[in-house]
């Protein structure tokens, strides 16, 4: 990132003397990138830079940015890697956002003056460009903003900007100085483009072949089936996070209990429509394992298909979330989505949400689990005079193998509550007051009841 800076290495040998090695780039980028690139690019070597002064925003102070930029193409190579005062973005952020915007717009622009798309050819996308792409970035600025406290991408608005139309700029005139090179890029890319839409082509006609049959473990991501078919024996856990994942897939019995987490919060499905739902990652994925067949069959997105209890393929249904604020949010959202597509699953006695315990309390003797304050009390009392030690309980994802299997997975010891008709009758208004659209109702019971519950509010 810094041409011309000499490292040497010495390391004392047998004889007692030194031996040197000497590291260099002296035209800095542009030396790395013919390095990565080796015998294998199809264009010259490019380096463009500039200094470019601006702001953020009209009430932020102005400054200077540095752009330096080393960039090939090839057909066997690919790299783009980002800096920024001469630290490494693992994640880009303005400068990777920049180089998207620059590249395709300038190339698409090139392919359309030569007549290069075929009648009514889609443009090209980015990942078209990138995998002929050898590109490093190097720039430097007077202020700098992070994207968050890891300091992998940066978010300027004017390095962001002035990239972009310094890089747009710097391609039209390369493209323009070497036609040949610039026929031999748009060519590539149109070849790239055509591969990836054929091989997505290629992609659904097998997956529509193989719908029937195809193991559901492997249409859905990080899901863990159990063994059995028997259906009124199989249970699936939804866990929270890839974490509890683990420990539940050690602690479950792989015969009949299978497993699938929820990656993050799950859809609020009260306040959103059918085509936003079923654009939804984690709902598809629980439609899917579930086995109900429910899709949206009118364009109007206001009507699901008829739920067919046959084709459901589990006994139960249990939700296995931490006893904590997050865990009993994610919690109510896959209920409420439960409820709003699937209500026979709960009509018909399907929903299971397990206790996980408050407090572990050990003895000499035994281990105790207490799943409220109450139950604790007893427990302590109980006990009476006898050493002990009492434990928070941890998030799942850290409650060893043997205590998840004794408290949450183990039919004989655990304790699963059943979510009845009756609940979803009473909870109904309540879903829709505080998950709806409803914000005067939520507003009015907030005002009403909102000091009763401060002491488990999050407020800083």
């Known amino acids: 990132m810094n041409p011309n800076i000499l490292f040497v290495f010495r390391s004392e040998n047998e004889a007692g003397g030194f031996n040197e090695t000497e590291f260099i780039y002296e035209d800095g980028i542009t030396d790395y990138v013919a390095e990565i690139v080796g015998d294998n690019a199809m264009t010259t070597i490019q380096h463009w830079s500039a200094e470019k002064r601006g702001r953020d925003r009209e009430d932020k102070p102005e400054y200077k940015v540095k752009l330096d930029v080393a960039l090939t193409f090839s057909n066997k190579v690919k790299l783009t890697e980002y800096y920024h005062n001469s630290s490494f973005l693992e994640h880009g952020g303005s400068p990777e956002d920049a180089v998207k915007r620059a590249f395709v717009a300038q190339i698409d622009a090139y392919i359309k ?41 940066i978010n300027n608005k004017f390095i962001r900007e002035a990239m972009t139309e310094f890089l747009r700029h710097q391609l039209e005139v390369y493209f323009i100085e070497n036609p040949d090179e610039a026929q031999k890029i748009s060519e590539q890319i ?63 019995d792989a015969e009949f209990q299978a497993v699938i987490p929820v990656r993050g919060k799950i859809l609020n499905c009260l306040k959103a429509d059918y085509a936003k739902i079923f654009k939804s990652e984690i709902i598809t994925d629980l439609i899917k394992v579930l086995g109900c067949g429910v899709e949206v069959t009118s364009k109007s997105n ?32 896959i209920l409420t989505m439960l409820y709003r597509l699937t209500p026979t699953l709960i009509s ?28 604790k009390q007893r427990i302590l009392d109980e006990i009476g005079d006898k050493k002990h030690t009492i434990q928070r309980s941890k998030g799942l994802g850290e409650n060893e193998p043997d205590m998840m299997s004794l408290t949450t997975m183990n039919p004989d010891t655990r304790r699963l509550i059943k979510v009845t008709v009756n609940d979803i009758k009473e909870s109904a208004e309540i879903f829709e007051m505080l998950l709806g659209d409803d914000l005067q109702g939520r507003k009015d019971y907030i005002s009403e009841y909102g000091a009763d519950y401060l002491e488990l509010a999050d407020i800083s």
Do not use: H
């Open 190 to 252: 149109l070849i790239n483009k055509r591969s990836r839409e054929n091989a997505e082509r290629v992609r659904l006609n097998v997956k529509k072949k193989l719908t029937g049959t195809i193991d559901l473990a492997n249409m859905v991501e990080k899901f863990v089936d159990c063994r059995t078919k028997d259906v009124t024996r199989r249970e699936i856990y939804i866990v929270e996070g890839d974490s509890a994942l683990g420990s539940v897939k050690l602690a479950r």
């Open 113 to 153: 003056s030569v007549n290069g798309y075929q009648k009514n050819e889609g443009k090209i996308t980015y990942n078209d460009v990138e995998e002929c792409l050898v590109l490093v970035s190097s720039s430097f600025s007077t202020q700098t903003s992070y994207e968050n406290q890891t300091k992998k991408a």
């Open 348 to 375: 018909e006695g399907y929903v299971y949400i397990a206790e996980s315990p408050l407090f572990e309390i050990n003895t000499k003797e035994k281990t105790y689990f207490a799943y409220t304050e109450q139950e």
């Open 302 to 333: 206001k009507e699901l298909s008829t739920f067919n209890i046959d084709n459901f393929r589990w006994s139960k249904i249990v939700i296995c979330t931490d006893a904590d604020v997050d865990g009993f949010q994610i919690r109510t959202l």
